[in-house]
Structure formats: structure tokens, C-alpha cells
């Protein structure tokens, strides 16, 4: 039986799909392997400590899921392009449907770039890529620019609180983890039109000196979405002050750690750059965590 010029095309193209999401899943699994977890209990068993709120019992469940995941029967190649739905967790789905709901309300008929602001595994960069990718495939001109040190926070000081998390260091993604996650965004970019254009850019350092930097380096910047993941206040409070000249009234402000008795320096940030009493801010029933509200300055 003959097979076409196309259809080896297509198996060859296929199979170059495969081994990239082999490799990304590889590397994927050797991070988890590497990554520092927390220890909760005194006889040595590690767990991963996903929430100050969790109990111990939900604590015991994630670990035992996570070994479900990392011991899947389901080829590798299907597992990365097809089911991982299997092991999405109710909190990141709402998560998801959140950042997708404002994307096509307050983004998708205005100008701008999209930012975000602390990433550190690119989850978030990763979700806002592809969101652009569905919703508008031919729009080149929304590109996606990243912000992190990728070796945790920096700039804690006594306004971030007591959390034993709101220190320097933490939720540090690894040595190298910047190159891997631009692995990850390219393939993500290679599956949507257009693909020859890179709509998207990795900026590693401190914010509060590398956000100024690429805004005077870019002076034609329209910020259409923001999103603020630092944490703390001192790169919240900066970066508020240095995208304020880029922002129009139709911007998106999107904040993951507002009212957050942990976390409160991005509160303190935001009532001191802009004032809450100027703010609508806004969230969704579907998440606790993430509020947003427009510019109005």
C-alpha cells in the first residue's frame, strides 16, 4: 500500500510533537524529584505544604495524588497533550476559569501587552499565553513579558508580616529554571498561528530595577493586563509606580494576594501607590484569592 508525501509528513511532524512533550515531561518530573518540600511531621515523611489552611488529612491526600500522577499508567505523549484533565485539581480549574473569564471581558477589545509580575513556575505565563492563543490567534501585537528573579523573593522587609514564607528566597524556582519554562512557553507559542513571530519574553532580575529598565528601553508601551504575583511590598509598590504612565483606563489590574492576612505588603502597596478608596475592586465567586479592577487614576 502506497502512503502519500503527506501522510509521512504528518507522522513525522507527529512524532517531533511527541518527543518534545517527552522531553518537557522528563523534565518536569526530574524538577519535582529535585525541589525542597517542606517537612510537616517529626518522623521524616515530606509532603507538600500547598496552603497555611490545609489539614494534615488534605495534606496526606495531595501527596498520595501526587504519586497517582507521577506513577501514571497513560502514555507519556498522551498524558502531556490530552489528559492531564485527569489530575486537574478543583482550585486550579476555578483558578483558570477566573483568568479566562477576565481575559475575554477586559482584555480581548482593548490594546495593550499583557505582564505578569512574579511567575515563578509559569503556570500563570503559561495560562495567559495560551488564552491569547484562543481567543485572539492573529493578534501578534498582544505579546506576554515575564518578570521574576527565579530565585525567590526579594526585598522582604517587616511590612510583609511574620509568614515564615515572606522571607528572601522563598518560592525560588531553581537554578536554570528561567531557560526550562522558556522551553515550555515556545511550545506552547508553536501550537497557536502565527508562530513564527515570539509573542512573549522572559525578563529575569529584580523587578523593581528590570520593570523601569524595559519600560525605558520600550517608551511605546500600552499595558492592557497586569497581573501581580509578588507578594511582598516593595517590588509591588515599584512596579505600581513605574506601569502607572502606561496604563489607560481600560487597563486590568490583577491581584493574587489582596486582603491576604499573609501576605500583606500588596495590600499596603496598593493603597499607597493608588488608594483603595479609589479602587473597585472586583473578584469572582469561583476563587477566593484573585481580585481585579480597571485603572482610574
Known amino acids: 500500500m502506497l502512503v502519500s508525501c503527506a501522510e509521512i509528513y504528518l507522522r513525522e511532524r507527529l512524532q517531533c510533537h511527541l518527543n518534545t512533550l517527552q522531553n518537557i515531561k522528563g523534565s518536569i518530573e ?55 484533565s485527569i489530575y486537574l485539581s478543583r482550585q486550579e480549574l476555578s483558578r483558570m476559569l477566573v483568568l479566562s473569564d477576565i481575559y475575554r471581558d477586559h482584555v480581548l477589545t482593548t490594546n495593550g501587552i499583557l505582564i505578569e509580575l512574579g511567575t515563578c513556575y509559569g503556570r500563570t505565563a503559561a495560562l495567559l499565553l495560551n488564552l491569547r492563543s484562543i481567543f485572539e490567534p492573529y493578534n501578534f501585537t498582544r505579546r506576554l513579558v515575564v518578570f521574576d528573579t527565579f ?79 509578588f507578594d511582598i511590598y516593595k517590588p509591588t509598590r515599584d512596579a505600581l509606580i513605574a506601569i502607572k504612565p502606561h496604563l489607560t483606563r481600560t487597563s486590568v489590574l490583577v491581584f493574587d494576594q489582596i486582603n491576604c492576612p ?30 481585579y479592577m480597571s485603572f482610574d487614576a
Open 262 to 291: 499573609e501576605f500583606p505588603g500588596e495590600t499596603i502597596a496598593v493603597n499607597e501607590v493608588l488608594g483603595l478608596n479609589n479602587c473597585l475592586l472586583r473578584r469572582s465567586p469561583l476563587t477566593p484569592w484573585l481580585s
Open 30 to 84: 526530574k524538577h519535582l524529584c529535585d525541589r525542597v518540600r517542606t517537612k510537616v511531621t517529626g518522623d521524616g515523611m515530606e509532603q507538600y505544604n500547598f496552603s497555611p489552611r490545609s489539614s494534615d488529612a488534605e495534606k496526606e491526600r495531595r501527596a498520595a495524588f501526587s504519586a497517582l500522577f507521577q506513577n501514571s499508567p497513560i502514555p507519556r505523549g498522551e498524558l502531556v497533550y490530552s489528559q492531564l
Open 151 to 229: 530565585e525567590g523573593l526579594r526585598g522582604t522587609s517587616q511590612i510583609d508580616g511574620s509568614n515564615r514564607l515572606a522571607v528572601d528566597g522563598a518560592y525560588s524556582a531553581g537554578v536554570g529554571y528561567e531557560d526550562y519554562l522558556r522551553q515550555v512557553l515556545s511550545y506552547h507559542e508553536s501550537e497557536a498561528p502565527i508562530a513564527h513571530i515570539s509573542k512573549f519574553e522572559i525578563v529575569k532580575g529584580d523587578a523593581s530595577e528590570t520593570l523601569p529598565a524595559y519600560l525605558k528601553a520600550h517608551p511605546e508601551t500600552v499595558i492592557s493586563l497586569v497581573y501581580f504575583d
